[in-house]
């Protein structure tokens, strides 16, 4: 049995984000070079085995559904356990009382992380804490963690951009 690594939140975001194929896609964003895992995910990437780059973003972009998913109002719940399923994630009680995931085959490993993440914040936040990025020429995922729950934008450039654009736009729509 192979551990699971621990995935926050952050982290699921930040290598969906980087990995996923759709969003780079949908944001015009394809010729963007990747970074190796361990500059993603840092230390924990040590704890799984090499994959793929093309595994990689078939990862992501699978966790990327979920997002979409919520995006779109649609229920995530099919979409966390496609990612789960295949992973095949056992919860064992650890000695300090905490769960701990394993998986039956190492390099499923990354994939239950993703997916156990998920489900971790969708159940305790609410998978309308999750979405997609409004921005311009953006459309990074991004879980939302603010206290009223109304985040629009994956990052403060992404909400400056958008304003600017949006302050142009009006200006150009008033009368000379």
Not at 26 to 51: I, T
Not at 64 to 76: A, K, M, N, T
Request: glycine letters at 8%.
């Amino acid at each position: 049995m192979a551990t699971v690594p621990r995935l926050d939140i952050t982290a699921v975001v930040d290598f969906v984000n980087h990995y996923s194929v759709r969003a780079r896609r949908a944001a015009h964003d394809e010729d963007k070079g990747y970074r190796a895992l361990d500059e993603v995910l840092g230390p924990v990437a040590q704890d799984l085995p090499p994959l793929a780059v093309g595994k990689l973003h078939a990862l992501a972009d699978d966790a990327y559904e979920v997002f979409v998913r919520s995006e779109h109002g649609e229920d995530v719940t099919a979409a966390v356990n496609d990612l789960l399923a295949p992973a095949g994630p056992t919860p064992r009680l650890g000695t300090d009382g905490q769960i701990a995931w394993e998986v039956t085959d190492g390099r499923a490993a990354l994939r239950a992380a993703l997916g156990v993440g998920l489900l971790d914040w969708v159940h305790v936040r609410g998978e309308d804490r999750l979405g997609l990025c409004q921005g311009v020429r953006c459309a990074d995922a991004f879980a939302d963690s603010s206290p009223a729950g109304r985040k629009k934008f994956c990052s403060a450039g992404c909400l400056n951009r958008h304003k600017v654009a949006e302050h142009r736009r009006r200006a150009a729509a008033r009368p000379a």
